[in-house]
């Protein structure tokens, strides 16, 4: 089993940044690829970022590209997702998942993640 807990989120200016964290407890952490999903209202849960386990690979949505950074840091069980020049459409819920055993490939399909965060709220006005 492993916990996640997302924080960060708030009410940001469009063209501002956010940094969101998800703490991970449980189950040995380090061994899942991660992923950050987001859903807004509405509309189905939207792939934005995911990482292997090491931190060596990364991918991102095509609506995030350029913008986004995810990161991680394994021995503080920790996994960040750096947002910036937000747009009034990266408004949503921000989820935090945990995947194990998957190729990079696979981290972009939300079926394939084992635990989920409860979500934390973004919220960029114009």
């Known amino acids: 089993q492993v916990q996640l807990v997302e924080s960060g989120g708030g009410l940001v200016q469009a063209g501002g940044s956010l940094r969101l964290s998800c703490a991970a407890s449980?189950?040995?952490?380090?061994?899942?690829?991660m992923g950050w999903f987001r859903q807004a209202p509405g509309k189905e849960r939207e792939f934005v970022a995911g990482?292997?386990?090491?931190?060596?690979?990364?991918a991102y949505g095509d609506s995030v590209k350029g913008r986004f950074t995810i990161s991680r840091d394994n021995a503080k069980s920790s996994v960040f997702l750096q947002m910036n020049s937000l747009k009034p459409e990266d408004t949503a819920v921000y989820y935090c998942a945990a995947a194990g055993g998957r190729t990079m490939a696979m981290l972009t399909k939300s079926y394939v993640y084992d635990y989920w965060g409860q979500g934390t709220q973004v919220t960029v006005s114009s």
């Open positions: 990482i292997s386990r090491s931190g060596g690979s990364t």
């Open positions: 449980g189950s040995t952490p380090s061994y899942y690829a």
